[in-house]
Nanobody, 119 residues
């Protein structure tokens, strides 16, 4: 069984910063990619950022220059540093991992953490 546990969400004023963490645990053999998605009320879930095992990263255009994704492969953990937050960044943020376990492989999701940007 694999678990992804997110932390770090909350309420922040526009222009502020938050740092999200996602820790993967279980019978993990290898994590190919870890990423963050978000879903605002009434909208589809969208990719925010992804970090591949080799070090490549990809970002949604809306967060480029403001958000930074990083990974600690030794700890099976990913981070999302969010700066210059805007009200439109308000959403539930979900961690995703494309990984291989000792018996299978696939996509896994965290439970989500709420980020609210409001004055």
């Amino acid at each position: 069984q694999v678990q992804l546990v997110e932390s770090g969400g909350g309420l922040v004023q526009p222009g502020g910063s938050l740092r999200l963490s996602c820790a993967a645990s279980g019978r993990i053999a290898r994590i190919n990619a870890m990423g963050w998605y978000r879903q605002a009320p009434g909208k589809q879930r969208e990719l925010v950022a992804v970090a591949h095992r080799g070090g490549n990263t990809n970002y949604a255009d809306s967060v480029k220059g403001r958000f930074t994704i990083s990974r600690d492969n030794a700890k099976n953990t990913a981070y999302l540093q969010m700066n210059s937050l805007k009200p439109e960044d308000t959403a539930v943020y979900y961690c995703n991992a494309d990984l291989i376990t000792t018996i299978s492989n696939g996509d896994y999701w965290g439970q989500g953490t709420q980020v609210t940007v409001s004055s």
